[in-house]
């Protein structure tokens, strides 16, 4: 632990190296957290700062070096996402990521019918073949096949599942029809 000893001493050469052998890590925790690569690096920034001004804190006897830096790190990103600045920003997206483009507009879809999918469907055990079609073909959800069909919510649930399976089934190639 002598590393340590030499943070506690606020020795520039092996912050350095504390630096060195643990940024990685401690960056890949906080963009996993925050989601984006710039805010990561300057908390990355605020992480080891906390951890110059707290190295005479950290108490071997309670834990390992590496885990007491990832919890700086992560309580640092996490302190950040319960920021104004960053609630904002998230309010004030790009729209490109919210808009379509022309060009995704574009893109044509194939029709269910060009899949064989409807012919697949087609197949399966009646009950299951009608969920599947009132909500992937009509667009009903669980609960208003339920609603307007008069089966109780639970079997649509377990239909669907059931039906599901059996189309797994048919394309992993474990034929059941």
Known sequence: MELVELLKAE?????????????????????????????????LQDCFIKVWQYAAKYDPEKGRLATWLINIARNTAIDFTRSKYFSQKRKNQNLENLVLTEQAASIQTLPVETLGLRQIVEKLTPAYRRIIEWMYFEGYTQQEIAGNFGIPLGTVKTRTRLALKELRNYYRGDTFL
Do not use: P, T
């Open 11 to 43: 020795n520039k050469e092996a912050f350095a190296v504390l630096y060195d052998s643990y940024a990685a890590l401690l960056f890949g925790v906080i963009v996993r957290i925050v989601k984006d690569s710039v805010d990561a690096e300057n908390l």
